[in-house]
Nanobody
């Protein structure tokens, strides 16, 4: 069983920045596609950004130009750099690891809260 732990959330003012980290307990971290999702109160969980095992990245339009996803396989960690934060970015942020060859190999963390408010 792979353990996934998110960190780096907190309270930040509009326009501020945060960097979220997603660390996983697996020696095969490099084979996983990793994605960040978020869920605001009363809303469905939504995809924010993805980085594949080969390093290809994608972010959704609502955060394009503000959020960047990256990975460090040596540290078994994926990062989500969030700049120019807006109140609508307030949500619990979750990390998911998924092995594309075996989609049932999918692991979620417990989430980290991001609150953007003045």
């Amino acid at each position: 069983q792979v353990q996934v732990v998110e960190s780096g959330g907190g309270l930040v003012q509009p326009g501020g920045s945060l960097r979220l980290s997603c660390a996983a307990s697996t020696s095969s971290f490099n084979i996983y596609d990793v994605s960040w999702h978020r869920q605001a109160p009363g809303k469905q969980r939504e995809l924010v950004a993805t980085i594949t095992s080969s390093g290809s990245t994608n972010v959704v339009d609502s955060v394009k130009g503000r959020f960047t996803i990256s990975r460090d396989n040596a540290k078994n960690t994926v990062y989500l750099q969030m700049n120019s934060l807006k109140p609508e970015d307030t949500a619990a942020y979750y990390c998911n690891l998924r092995y594309s060859a075996r989609p049932s190999y999918s692991y979620w963390g417990q989430g980290t809260q991001v609150t953007v408010s003045s």
